[in-house]
């Protein structure tokens, strides 16, 4: 099969092992999944999870965020890491929410991408996840299995999302990357994946690399 014959198929496994395609993150706004997604740069779900009830308590709207000193915004996330960028972005990108776009968060991710600290990943996940628009979230766990799927041999986030942009049906997108997420959680582990168990194998390159000739 060729490459996005591959990508349906992949599509309709994933839809069939994961029926519900979620985001691990807890959000109630756009604000909140835009903040609680730059929190989570080179930390878990789970722990931002933690972190992100209080922190929206303290601060309940973008103009508050704007007016918070970076330190007292420090002191709520410093248990996801990186706490003191994550904070001034957080700061930064309220600052210019308020300035620019009446303290809403835009539905572009042109627009989205000029706030501080926002890249691709994040802008995509807020226009698909809030906006309904068609988005390739391009995370570690997309990276991964993907590359080994066989669709690629980068590590190069933009160039994945391109590729996955002409490859998959733009309606299926976003939650084929919520899906990924969860596989590759469960099932398709970086150092230790369950080849065995796992509903892409018989679509998957390195599987198919890894499993030896029947004798």
């Not at 691990?24 to 706004?29: G, V």
């Not at 835009?34 to 779900?45: K, S, Y």
């Not at 690399?209 to 029947?214: G, I, L, S």
Request: glycine share 6%.
């Amino acid at each position: 099969m060729d490459a996005k014959e591959k990508a349906l198929k992949a599509v309709a496994l994933l839809e069939e092992a994961y029926p519900e395609a979620i985001c691990s993150l807890t959000y109630s706004d756009p604000l909140q999944l835009l903040i609680a997604t730059r929190l989570a740069a080179q930390c878990t779900d789970k722990r931002v999870n933690m972190v992100t009830p209080g922190l929206f308590e303290k601060f309940g709207s973008a103009q508050a965020f704007a007016d918070a000193d970076v330190a007292a915004v420090e002191e709520c996330i410093k248990s996801c890491g990186l706490y003191k960028t994550k904070a001034r972005d957080i700061v930064a990108m309220c600052r210019m929410l308020c300035e620019e776009y009446g303290g809403e968060v835009p539905d572009s991710i042109e627009e989205l991408v000029r706030l501080p600290g926002v890249g691709r990943k994040t802008a995509n996940l807020v226009v698909g996840d809030i906006f309904g628009k068609p988005a390739v979230v391009v995370d570690t766990h997309c990276i991964r299995i993907t590359g080994r799927l066989g669709f690629h041999q980068t590590k190069d986030a933009g160039k994945i999302e391109r590729l996955l942009r002409e490859l998959l049906p733009p309606e299926k997108s976003n939650d084929f990357c919520h899906r990924l997420v969860l596989h590759g959680r469960a099932v398709c582990d970086a150092r230790k994946p369950l080849c065995d168990s796992c509903c892409l194998n018989g679509i998957c390159d390195t599987c198919q690399k890894n499993t030896p000739e029947p004798s």
